[in-house]
Nanobody
Framework: VQLQASGGGLVTAGGSLRPSCTTS????????MGWFRQAPGNERELVAV?????????YYTDSVEGRFTISRDNAESTVYLQMNSLKPEDTAVYYC????????????????WGQGTLVTVSS
């Protein structure tokens, strides 16, 4: 499975961005897709997770609940992270990841990773 993340950028606080993650290769083996983020000096953390077979099954970390939405475009095999009401503390490199076996919150639960896309939110 190959993942290609894009769609980051610079936005002012309160604005929106929608990073995307294009999947290719053995996508039939994907069980879940997640978005993680890593801010400077911080560990990588889970932001949102989506079940590949049932895209209505999602999970969000508390800090983004109600502001971010993870979704999947079946036709394009692309996963999106709609980010609204962005805050400076959302500034990070955002990574998409694919799991073949579980819906998990740890980096080790994911088997494949995209290259990351930088999101910068100015105050």
């Amino acid at each position: 499975v190959q993942l290609q993340a894009s769609g980051g950028g610079l936005v002012t606080a309160g604005g929106s961005l929608r990073p995307s993650c294009t999947t290719s290769g053995r996508t039939f083996s994907i069980y879940a897709m997640g978005w993680f983020r890593q801010a400077p000096g911080n560990e990588r953390e889970l932001v949102a997770v989506l079940s590949w077979k049932n895209s209505d099954s999602t999970y969000y970390t508390d800090s983004v609940e109600g502001r971010f939405t993870i979704s999947r475009d079946n036709a394009e095999s692309t996963v999106y992270l709609q980010m609204n009401s962005l805050k400076p503390e959302d500034t990070a490199v955002y990574y998409c990841a694919a799991s073949e076996g579980r819906i998990g919150a740890r980096e080790s639960d994911y088997d494949f990773w995209g290259q990351g896309t930088l999101v910068t939110v100015s105050s």
